[in-house]
């Protein structure tokens, strides 16, 4: 079975700093994805960064990366330059080989003018 | 490129009610998913369809289904609602090129209020 665990349910970060957050997940496939996606109070979610299992390099987007650990199988999310719009609901993901994605519970990012 | 859209936004029904919701996905994308969001929950999957097909589906009841067009444009649907159906639905659309790593995009949801 697929299982993503976010274990911090709320971060609060210094505008201008970076924020690491975290994110593990279990699964016995070998071939998967992983996602992040931001929900602001909108409800929409928004794809920022993939990394697939089987990449050596760990992904980045503009201010996003995400630093992939395999053997530990972590995947967490670094934003750098913080920025007040970045006040969101994070969530990671998961996809194997069924098309559908499994969510961790989410980490609320709060960033402190 | 316009992204996946979804209709209505906002929904209010009563119990024993049905509802249908409906989701167009980016062009070209052949692929559409389903999922629930609750507070309790958090979001889960509901079904994925391809070219007309369900090709997967998650635990949910019977009491919610969907179906897919030949342009692609996706509608599910919950018969005798229930209060615990309150939730925001998210629809997402992907390639579907490969399995097992397309990216999924969103739409903005539709928040459906059961009284």
């Known amino acids: 079975a697929q299982k993503i665990t976010q274990t911090q349910p709320g971060m609060f970060v210094q505008e201008k700093e970076a924020v690491t957050l975290d994110c593990t997940y279990d699964?016995?496939?070998?071939?998967?994805?992983l996602f992040w996606y931001k929900q602001p109070s909108s409800g929409e979610m928004i794809f920022l960064i993939y990394q697939g299992s089987y990449d050596e390099q760990n992904a980045t987007e503009g201010r996003y990366s995400l630093n992939f650990q395999k053997a530990r199988k972590s995947a967490n999310l670094v934003i750098s330059a913080s920025q007040l719009g970045d006040s969101a609901m994070y969530f990671c993901a998961m996809i194997t080989g069924a098309n559908n994605l499994f969510f961790g519970t989410g980490t609320r990012l709060t960033v402190i003018p | 490129k316009a992204g996946v859209t979804q209709t209505p936004r906002y929904l209010i029904k009563t119990r024993g009610q049905q509802v249908t919701l409906s989701c167009s996905p980016i062009?070209?994308?052949?692929?559409v998913s389903w999922y629930q969001q609750t507070p309790g929950q958090g979001l889960q999957f509901l079904f994925e369809?391809?070219?007309?097909?369900?090709?997967n589906k998650g635990n949910f009841p019977g009491r919610f289904s969907g179906r897919q067009f030949s342009n692609s444009r996706s509608e599910m649907n919950v018969s005798t609602l229930e209060l615990g159906d309150s939730a925001l639905y998210l629809c997402a659309s992907s390639l579907a090129a490969a399995l097992g790593t397309d990216t999924q995009y969103f739409g903005p949801g539709t928040r459906l209020t059961v009284l």
């Open positions: 699964t016995s496939d070998q071939s998967y994805g």
């Open positions: 369809y391809f070219s007309e097909t369900q090709r």
């Open positions: 062009s070209g994308h052949r692929s």
